[in-house]
């Protein structure tokens, strides 16, 4: 098996414009983030929706943002497992959940220091761009773990426990930043 994230179609034509014209259709739950299981995250932007991120001006899409959403789509959920593979050192008896997890951004941004609340580890893929993650240990591990931060590159896969690990992210200085990633128990 490729140790390969990615097609390499996929990887070439990735892009926003690709989730907006070929991925999503105009009534999908993930556009309006409609329904439990969809989640939009807009960080700090005034961003209210996936809707309104695909719907931005040439001059909004010019300055910094960052934002992050959980597909709820069936549809567009096939579509995009059609392009990339299950991490390969992932346990066959290991289940992926059913939702990917999306977020672009431009340098300079990301996440803010956090905790998830999600059931399972997870893992994502750096698509395009780079991203520097930072992390601080859990409380029970204080005094023994240290902070420490990683640069993951284009090709390249985190795996990490976000219920667990306080983590933050930015997005390094050249291409803007696409990744990809689900839960996994």
């Known amino acids: 098996m490729s140790k390969s994230l990615l097609t390499s179609y996929f990887n070439n034509i990735f892009g926003i414009l690709y989730f907006q014209q070929d991925i999503y259709d105009a009534e999908s739950r993930s556009l309006q983030h409609f329904g439990q299981d969809c989640h939009f995250f807009p960080y700090a932007t005034e961003f209210l929706s996936l809707a309104e991120v695909f719907n931005m001006t040439k001059e909004r899409s010019e300055r910094p943002w960052y934002i992050g959403w959980s597909n709820c789509d069936a549809k ?90 306080y983590h933050q992210t930015q997005i390094l200085a050249g291409e803007n930043s696409i990744a990809i990633g689900s839960e996994y128990d």
């Open 76 to 165: 567009t959920g096939h579509i995009l497992r059609l392009h990339y593979q299950r991490p390969y050192f992932l346990p066959d008896t290991a289940e992926s959940t059913h939702a990917n997890w999306i977020f672009i951004g431009t340098s300079g941004f990301g996440a803010p220091m956090h905790i998830d609340h999600v059931l399972n580890p997870s893992w994502q893929g750096q698509i395009k761009g780079r991203k520097r993650w930072h992390f601080q240990p859990p409380p029970e591990c204080h005094y023994e773990c240290h902070s420490f931060h990683v640069d993951v590159h284009p090709g390249e896969i985190i795996v990490l426990d976000t219920n667990k690990w």
